[in-house]
C-alpha cells in the first residue's frame, strides 16, 4: 500500500473512550537527535507505530525510502499536498516535509499509539488539528553541543549551518509550549529511549488519548 496515499480504510468499530491510543509528537531543533532516538526505540521493540515523512529533499547516503523518509518528487508532494493528504507540511531548506495523513490515521483506528518526528512549526499545526496528542521537545545538553552535532555531521554549506543554528536558538525558546521537555545527552540513547517510553505509559495510566479526527 503507498503509504502517501490519502485514503483511510474503514473500521467495522469505534475504540472504546479508555483505550484511545496516543498520538505522539516528538519535536526539538535539527541535530538534537530525534532520528537516532527514534531508531534506537525501535530496535528496542517499541510497540508504537513510527510515522515515516514524506519529503522532496533527496536521500543521504545512509538513508532508505521508506524507513527514514518516503522520498518523493516535488509534483507528487503537490498532488498529495492538494488533495487533503498531508496531516502538515512544511519548507524546510528548500525542500518539503510532509506527515502522511493516511499513515496516522490508520495506525490510530488500528488501536496503535503513533509517534511522529517533525519540526517545531510543525508541531504547533498539529497541537491545534488533534486534541490530546502528547507533544514532547527533544532537547541538547547545551547549544554548544548541539552546535558540535551539526558540525560534525558535514551535511550542509556553512551558510545553511548557520541558518540551522539561529533557527535552533529560536526553536528551543518554544519548549515551554510542550508538554514534557527530554534532554538528549551524548552516548545516552538507551536512557533518552527509556524517559520518552516513561512518559508514554504514564499519560496511559492517566487515561489520556487522542481524538481520531483527521
Known sequence: MDPTASRVPETKQSIPE???????????????????????MRELG?????VVTATTRPPRDSERDGVDYIFISGPRFQALKEAGGLLEWANVYGYFYGVPRAQVAEAL??????????????????RRRVPGALFIFLAPPSMDELT?????RMTESPDTLRRRLDTARSEMREAVHFDHVVNNHSGRVDDTAAEIERIVALQKRA????????
Open 207 to 214: 487515561g489520556a488519548g487522542s481524538r481520531i479526527e483527521l
Open 46 to 50: 517499541s510497540p508504537c507505530h513510527f
Open 18 to 40: 479508555d483505550r484511545r491510543p496516543l498520538l505522539i509528537v516528538l519535536s526539538g531543533p535539527s541535530g538534537v537527535g530525534k532520528d537516532t532516538v527514534l531508531a534506537r
Open 148 to 152: 558540535k552535532r551539526l558540525s560534525e
Open 109 to 126: 483506528r488500528e488501536g496503535k499509539d503513533v509517534i511522529i518526528k517533525i519540526d517545531v512549526q510543525g508541531a504547533a499545526t498539529i
